[in-house]
């Protein structure tokens, strides 16, 4: 079936599915359904009967947060000695906003925020992969459209590809094409930030391809897309870390219970890894997991606190420099803090 442009319509079965999904996945990418605020805990607000040192963590409603969630809804966080308040943030730059402005201590984040916050004069560091370790742990992917006849990423060379530049996806495609032999300037991107737009631009068949995260990339799948390469084999790409300012970390307090807070991660991510599926109604709530995928999504397992090596942190400032994203050189030692000795 055409529509008028020409392009592959999405038939209705799917746009039934689509309408249903998107003002979920809304929160995944970087513009809500709702107006531009916090979904959870104000930025600062200790919970209601919390006593310890108080740790403030910005996230957005990602898989990557689900130890998080557990030490919260298991009272981990206080059998420990910590106040931590958990605040929810619709994108990405309400998230470092709030950092930036001291309403948080510290968010989840990747690589390559770290290194344009610190570029930018926002001195931050990060403390641990929150997931990531291994090529395993986490998903981003290529999606070709419903009724592509390309069967792999040499098929999209010189194929603009959707995706945003300057971000951990865009960073993914160019690795995953060079991977697979496709030159460096036939590698073309089509710039759509938001990332359910782009979903949506590729199931209706007006992007050829699109890179994405999950769960759109599981989504996309499930829904007539073809996904024709992700980061889950081969070298390990990208990674979620937790991420503190500078300024929280330099007082010993702070310090200690960032440590602290580690081990309650240790603890959470052993709980979830001996069951991950019997995880899957609080990610779908805390995720806003979208209806197609609440029975299937494959929960991730998760690594002990650890820090990001040289060799990935590397990886990803050599890129934004290559593309002209980081003007001022950073260090492995500038992004990564290490726990002082108790």
Do not use: H
């Given at each position: 079936?055409?529509?008028?442009?020409?392009?592959p319509?999405?038939?209705?079965?799917?746009?039934?599915?689509?309408a249903?999904?998107?003002?979920?996945?809304?929160a995944?990418?970087?513009?809500?359904?709702?107006?531009?605020?916090?979904?959870?805990?104000?930025?600062?607000?200790?919970?209601?009967?919390?006593?310890?040192?108080?740790?403030?963590?910005g996230?957005?409603?990602?898989?990557?947060?689900?130890?998080?969630?557990?030490?919260?809804?298991?009272?981990?966080?206080?059998?420990?000695?910590?106040?931590?308040?958990?605040?929810?943030?619709?994108?990405?730059?309400?998230?470092?906003?709030?950092?930036?402005?001291?309403?948080?201590?510290?968010?989840?984040?990747?690589?390559?925020?770290?290194?344009?916050?610190?570029?930018?004069?926002?001195?931050?560091?990060?403390?641990?992969?929150?997931?990531?370790?291994?090529?395993?742990?986490?998903?981003?992917?290529?999606?070709v459209?419903?009724?592509?006849?390309?069967?792999?990423?040499?098929?999209?060379?010189?194929?603009?590809?959707?995706?945003?530049?300057?971000?951990?996806?865009?960073?993914?495609?160019?690795?995953?094409?060079?991977?697979?032999?496709?030159?460096?300037?036939?590698?073309k991107?089509?710039?759509?930030?938001?990332?359910?737009?782009?979903?949506?631009?590729?199931?209706?068949?007006?992007?050829?391809?699109?890179a994405?995260?999950e769960?759109?990339?599981?989504?996309?799948?499930?829904?007539?897309?073809?996904?024709?390469?992700?980061?889950?084999?081969?070298?390990?790409?990208?990674?979620?870390v937790?991420?503190?300012?500078?300024?929280?970390?330099?007082?010993?307090?702070?310090?200690?219970?960032?440590?602290?807070?580690?081990?309650?991660?240790?603890?959470?991510?052993?709980?979830?890894?001996?069951?991950?599926?019997?995880?899957?109604?609080?990610?779908?709530d805390?995720?806003?997991?979208?209806?197609?995928?609440?029975?299937?999504?494959?929960?991730?397992?998760?690594?002990?606190?650890?820090?990001?090596?040289?060799?990935?942190?590397?990886?990803?400032?050599?890129?934004?420099?290559?593309?002209?994203?980081?003007?001022?050189?950073?260090?492995?030692?500038?992004?990564?803090?290490?726990?002082?000795?108790?």
């Amino acid at each position: 079936m055409m529509s008028d442009e020409g392009k592959p319509a999405v038939n209705r079965n799917v746009r039934t599915v689509l309408a249903i999904a998107l003002c979920a996945l809304m929160a995944v990418g970087l513009v809500a359904c709702t107006p531009a605020t916090p979904a959870a805990n104000t930025p600062g607000t200790p919970q209601t009967g919390s006593t310890g040192t108080a740790v403030r963590i910005g996230v957005l409603p990602t898989e990557d947060s689900l130890p998080l969630w557990v030490a919260e809804r298991d009272g981990l966080f206080t059998k420990a000695g910590l106040n931590v308040t958990i605040t929810v943030f619709q994108s990405a730059q309400e998230r470092d906003a709030a950092l930036t402005a001291g309403a948080v201590d510290g968010f989840m984040g990747d690589l390559i925020a770290v290194s344009s916050l610190r570029a930018g004069g926002v001195p931050v560091k990060a403390v641990s992969i929150m997931l990531g370790s291994t090529a395993k742990e986490g998903r981003f992917g290529i999606a070709v459209k419903p009724g592509s006849k390309v069967t792999g990423l040499k098929g999209l060379a010189g194929v603009p590809v959707g995706t945003s530049s300057a971000t951990i996806q865009e960073f993914v495609l160019d690795k995953l094409m060079m991977a697979a032999g496709v030159a460096t300037e036939s590698v073309k991107t089509e710039e759509v930030k938001k990332v359910p737009a782009r979903f949506e631009l590729l199931m209706s068949g007006k992007l050829a391809a699109a890179a994405l995260p999950e769960p759109f990339l599981s989504l996309a799948a499930k829904t007539g897309a073809k996904i024709i390469a992700d980061d889950t084999t081969g070298a390990n790409i990208s990674q979620t870390v937790l991420v503190f300012s500078e300024k929280y970390l330099g007082d010993a307090t702070n310090a200690s219970a960032v440590s602290k807070l580690l081990g309650v991660w240790d603890g959470a991510a052993a709980t979830i890894n001996a069951a991950p599926d019997t995880f899957r109604a609080l990610l779908v709530d805390k995720a806003r997991l979208p209806e197609p995928l609440k029975d299937s999504y494959a929960v991730n397992t998760y690594p002990n606190a650890q820090l990001p090596t040289q060799d990935e942190v590397t990886a990803v400032t050599d890129w934004m420099t290559a593309k002209g994203y980081l003007k001022t050189p950073v260090t492995y030692a500038d992004v990564t803090w290490t726990a002082p000795a108790q």
